[in-house]
């Protein structure tokens, strides 16, 4: 982060953007959200005038997530709450805020609608025609250590127009 940081400035950068995760300062048990804090950290630290465009986890991640925690009969999953958006509409956000003035803050962005990990799963494999079973399981897979609504916006989120059942219709 610090190289691009530094290329941006000898470049003559005016706005650097950084999309990041909607929560990722509250969940320091997983890895990856700490190194996604430590860039947002590094580029509030910076040179150049920043947004932080943090969206929530993306419609096409869903499959992924279905996969860690299953085989051929069952899927666990965490009752983990969710505001899932579509890639689509984080690009669209991500390039308003880097086309307009910087925030030198953080912008929340998300979908539409608010599911607990394991409905979502049910929603998933209901329109996929997949009969495996969806049981609720607080210690599977890494959202588990996720507690309360850290991974959904909040009141002041920008919400996205893509809902994931209308998706889900869309790409299949």
Same mark, same amino acid.
């Given at each position: 982060m610090n190289n691009l940081l530094a #290329?941006?400035? *000898?470049a003559? #950068? *005016?706005? &650097?953007?950084?999309?990041?995760?909607?929560?990722v300062d509250q969940?320091? &048990?997983?890895?990856?959200? *700490?190194?996604?804090?430590l860039q947002e950290d590094l580029l509030r630290q910076g040179p150049t005038p920043y947004s932080i465009v943090r969206a929530t986890q993306f =419609?096409? =991640?869903v499959n992924a997530v279905l996969s860690w925690?299953?085989?051929d009969t069952t899927v666990r999953l965490p009752a983990t709450r969710i505001q899932?958006?579509?890639a689509a509409d984080v690009v669209d956000a991500v390039v308003d805020v880097a086309t307009g003035a910087p925030l030198n803050g953080i912008r929340n962005? #998300?979908?539409?609608d608010v599911f607990t990990l394991d409905d979502l799963g049910r929603v998933t494999l209901a329109a996929q025609g997949d009969d495996r079973n969806v049981v609720v399981d607080d210690t599977a897979g890494m959202f588990a250590v996720v507690d309360g609504d850290v991974l959904t916006a909040g009141p002041d989120a920008h919400l996205a127009p893509t809902h994931? *059942?209308?998706w889900m219709r869309a790409s299949h």
């Open positions: #290329a941006g400035e *000898r003559g #950068a *005016r706005h &650097q953007v950084v999309l990041s995760i909607v929560g969940v320091p &048990q997983l890895d990856y959200y *700490r190194a996604k804090t =419609f096409e =991640f925690t299953s085989d899932p958006m579509a962005v #998300a979908g539409p994931y *059942r209308d």
